[in-house]
């Protein structure tokens, strides 16, 4: 099956019931175009007013633009969608990430030093946007423009920053937020060669992404991640009948569930919960040794925490399991 490349001619503002921009069949391949979150392009034009959805209300900050959707045909309520992540490609060098005071996870207060001096500047936290220049070849990032005398290199680590269906019931959700739909979770495990399962709550599931990140550390701390345009290659199967209640990722190392609420602890009870019962379903183990056993193994990676409902994905090692459900977990997630 050839590979479908798909441009929106409307980026959307939240997750919702939106009219579909393309339809495919299970098992399509395909390569989405997507702005980074301030609406900017790989050649540095901004998207105009007709490639904004204009009747999207949910939403007046006019971030993180999503590219779709995209119908699934024979998606039903019940269902899942999978998503396999297969390449994120940064198609242009540089990227961003606005400093600003209160608009990350660490308030101002605990930025400022006690004997801060105006004169250096560290009295106040100062509006800057930081510029980065970004090599694939190298797979690094640098930043160009520090507010002091050196620059900043990081590793690369491209990944979707929002993913997700029409959450139930129709209702359309803004896309600087999340839910048991995915959405604007900012987890770095939504990353080339993992698989993203999604429940379906519409026909066809309406199936929207954006957001690319060149990198960024758990949690979006400063309140963005290195922000870039790009390409997602992607290949999106049905499973019919295979409801898990949460949204959740497989790669090659590990199964991750991921759980959203307005309290992190409980989006940690979620995700728990959430990976406890996503294995009971191959029925390969009982559901009790398996609370245990993912107590004991269990790691948790937070995505974006500047607004609630904070996203936490609960992830064990393949590795940890047993043979024979490693074996039913393949194919129950095949």
Not at 51 to 77: F, K, M, W, Y
Not at 142 to 171: I, K, R
Not at 250 to 279: F, H, K, M, P, Y
Request: charged share 15%.
């Amino acid at each position: 099956m050839a590979r479908i490349e798909f441009l929106s001619s409307c980026f959307h503002y939240s997750f919702g019931p939106h009219a579909p921009a393309l339809t495919i069949q299970p098992g399509a391949s395909i390569l989405v175009t997507c702005a980074d979150c301030d609406n900017m392009m790989s050649d540095g034009s901004e998207l105009n007013a007709e490639q904004r959805n204009s009747n999207d209300t949910t939403n007046p900050i006019q971030g993180n633009p999503l590219a779709g959707p995209i119908h699934v045909d024979g998606a039903e309520r019940g269902d899942m969608v999978a998503v396999t992540i297969d390449s994120v490609e940064l198609d242009r060098d540089s990227g961003i990430t606005l400093l600003a005071s209160d608009h990350g996870v660490v308030p101002s207060k605990f930025l400022i030093s006690e004997y801060g001096d105006e004169d250096q500047g560290d009295s106040v936290v100062p509006r800057h946007m930081y510029r980065w220049s970004i090599d694939t070849a190298a797979s690094t990032a640098t930043m160009v423009n520090p507010l002091g005398g050196l620059n900043a290199v990081v590793p690369l680590d491209p990944f979707v920053g929002c993913l997700g269906v029409c959450p139930p019931n129709g209702e359309a959700v803004s896309s600087l937020y999340c839910g048991s739909f995915g959405g604007n979770l900012d987890l770095p495990l939504i990353r080339a060669g993992s698989t993203v399962y999604l429940p379906v709550y519409q026909e066809g599931a309406l199936l929207l992404m954006g957001d690319i990140h060149a990198a960024q550390g758990h949690g979006e701390i400063i309140g963005g991640g290195i922000e870039t345009s790009g390409k997602i290659g992607c290949t999106i199967r049905l499973l019919k009948l295979r409801p898990i209640g949460v949204c959740g990722v497989l790669d090659n190392e590990s199964l991750s569930a991921i759980g959203t609420d307005s309290d992190l602890r409980q989006s940690v009870q979620q995700a728990c919960g959430g990976l406890v019962n996503w294995l009971a379903l191959t029925e390969a183990m009982n559901r009790f040794d398996l609370y245990n056993l993912v107590s004991q193994t269990v790691s948790i990676t937070l995505g974006n925490l500047n607004q609630p409902p904070y996203p936490a994905a609960a992830s064990i090692r393949l590795s940890h399991l047993p043979a024979p459900l490693r074996e039913a977990l393949h194919r129950w997630s095949s």
